[in-house]
Structure formats: structure tokens, C-alpha cells
């Protein structure tokens, strides 16, 4: 079956959508009534479906029922999911103390790598394309040059951070 204007994926992804939407209502989805949306939204959460699947299934409805079989009213009753939103797992003062004295290698390289990347919130492409011109000693910052986004920046360079870096450049 082919669908006009919709790339073959998209018309995958809307097949599998629609049959899922005619099995649960038994009955075609453009007969469908506002009650019957809701127990099949209800229906697609008791089995566990994630926000990605739910959504995706809500969005070809919306489609199907703004293009396909023109029903407007319809999308009035669609209720998307928001995915939880999880905080990061923050480690604690001694987990990172540890984690920079058991730092690979011989000398500093790795310790200094590991305390920029930590201390100033650096990524770690920012950190491998660091120069010693990029630390400024006088204002207590660290340049950042085309990091995410192709976007410069500067971060706070803390004392103890300088002292490191010194040690390591020595």
C-alpha cells in the first residue's frame, strides 16, 4: 500500500501504527469515537508502552485523522506522554578524589586531564584540543574554543586547578 507524500519508513512506521489503532477498537479508527481513543490511550498504558512508542502511535493517529480521514475533533482527545526527566548521578568528594589518584599513566598528563574536565565541567573533546595559551592565570579562566555547538566559552579555573596545571606544564 502507498501512501502519497510519505517517505517508505514513515509509511512503515503509520501501517504498523494503524493496524495496532483497528485491533483494539475492533472496529475501523474512522468510525472510532472519542471513548474508544481513550481506552485505546488507556489500553497502550497498561501494557507498558514507553512515551517514544505512545507518542509515536498518538502521532499517526493525528495524521491519519487530520489527512487521511478528515475528523479534526478528534485530535482534541490525544493526550501525549512526557518522558521522566532524571536527574545525573552527582559523585562525592572522595569518589572524585579517588578517581584522580588512581588516574592511568606516568606523571601528571592524565590527573590534569581528569581535574579540567571535572573542575571546569569540560567535555572531552574540549579538553584534548586545550592549548597553553587557553589558560588565562590573570582573570582565573580557561578559553574554551569551538566546543559543543561550534560556540567559545570561558569556565572558572580554580586555584587549586592552577597549581595542577603548573606542576603537570613543569
Known amino acids: 500500500m502507498q501512501i502519497k507524500g510519505l517517505q517508505p519508513k514513515t509509511q512503515t512506521m503509520y501501517l ?30 497498561e501494557r507498558g508502552a514507553g512515551p517514544a512508542a505512545f507518542n509515536n502511535r498518538l502521532t499517526v493517529l493525528s495524521f491519519f485523522f487530520a489527512t487521511t480521514c478528515p475528523r479534526p475533533e478528534m485530535k482534541r482527545h490525544m493526550r501525549y506522554q512526557r518522558a521522566a526527566k532524571k536527574f545525573p548521578v552527582a559523585l562525592s ?68 586547578l592552577l597549581h595542577l596545571l603548573r606542576n603537570y606544564y613543569r
Not at 111 to 125: P, Q
Request: glycine share 10%; with cysteine; aromatic share 6%.
Open 93 to 160: 568528594a572522595e569518589e572524585v578524589a579517588r578517581i584522580l589518584q588512581t588516574a592511568p599513566g606516568p606523571g601528571r598528563r592524565y590527573r590534569a586531564a581528569f581535574s579540567v574536565a571535572y573542575g571546569g565541567g569540560l567535555r572531552t573533546s574540549e579538553v584534548t584540543h586545550l592549548k597553553v595559551g587557553d589558560i588565562d592565570s590573570d582573570r582565573m579562566l580557561i578559553r574554551i574554543e569551538q566546543g559543543k555547538g561550534r560556540k567559545d566559552r570561558h569556565v572558572m579555573l580554580s586555584p587549586s
Open 16 to 45: 504498523r501504527a494503524m493496524r495496532d489503532c483497528t485491533r483494539f477498537p475492533a472496529r475501523a479508527p474512522d468510525n472510532a469515537t472519542p471513548e474508544e481513543l481513550r481506552a485505546f490511550q488507556l489500553g497502550m498504558k
